[in-house]
């Protein structure tokens, strides 16, 4: 198993296993073969590091995990969550909506109104907060599900499944919207995204509506026409 766990961070590369979740949680449980890519002191967009990583795999195959610096990793085995959900799935997340409507801003908001899609089409559960036990345990739905949008907090696929479907990170979405783009993309090329249970506490709960967030919403408008 070799598995690439790529992460960006504001933070120095020292700096990050002591200031951020998942560098201490890094610290504390990773096995020799998770090959760390981590990208200290960033000010690049999300999507052209994840797409500079995809290219490199073309000569060193490997499990691609991309994930925010702000998670706490609760679960010992979590990269074996993620290759027992990538025998089910394409590409797998830790929360998502079952269905895809026009114009729809986030994975968990079906319109501009910021308000939760119903339980039915959920998926997946996390926790959120700074501590254990978290502040909120969010329960979306049952996970292990096949779903069309990912939230990108947390997305893994093999690179051989991107490579050979040139499935790439649209680069023009630095940071908002490239996990529904990704997504619209993979299902564009009849890829399967799903789900799976994999313990975290997640520090940050989103930002919507700010200006950047506006800006990028609107390119994904013009791009999918909906």
């Known amino acids: ?62 499990t691609l ?17 993620v290759t027992d959900g990538l025998e089910n799935f394409d590409i797998v997340g830790l929360a998502g909506n079952r269905r895809r409507v026009p114009r729809q801003p986030s994975w968990i908001f079906p319109d501009d109104n910021f308000k939760q899609d119903k339980p039915e089409n959920l998926s997946g559960v996390v926790g959120h907060g700074r501590t ?23 997305l893994a696929s093999h690179s051989k499944t991107l490579l050979k479907n040139e499935l790439f990170f649209d680069e023009r979405f630095n940071f908002h919207f490239y996990d529904l783009d990704f997504c619209r993309q993979a299902e564009m090329k009849k890829l399967s995204c799903g789900t799976i249970d994999l313990s975290l506490i997640h520090e940050s709960t989103g930002v919507f509506g700010s200006k950047e967030w506006r800006a990028s919403y609107q390119t994904y408008l013009e791009k999918w026409g909906e």
Do not use: C
Request: glycine share 4%.
């Open 1 to 62: 198993m070799k598995i690439k766990l790529i992460v960006a961070t504001r933070e120095s590369r020292e700096d990050f296993f002591v200031n951020t979740a998942t560098g201490r949680s890094l610290a504390f449980n990773a096995p020799s073969f998770i090959d760390l890519r981590l990208y200290p002191n960033n000010t690049r967009g999300l999507s052209s590091i994840y797409n500079e990583v995809i290219m490199e795999s073309k000569n060193d195959p490997a």
């Open 65 to 81: 995990v991309f994930a925010h610096d702000d998670l706490h990793l609760l679960d010992f085995f979590w990269f074996f969550r």
């Open 132 to 154: 254990f036990p978290p502040s909120d345990l969010s329960v979306f739905g049952l996970p292990r599900q096949r779903v069309l949008l990912l939230d990108g907090l947390f």
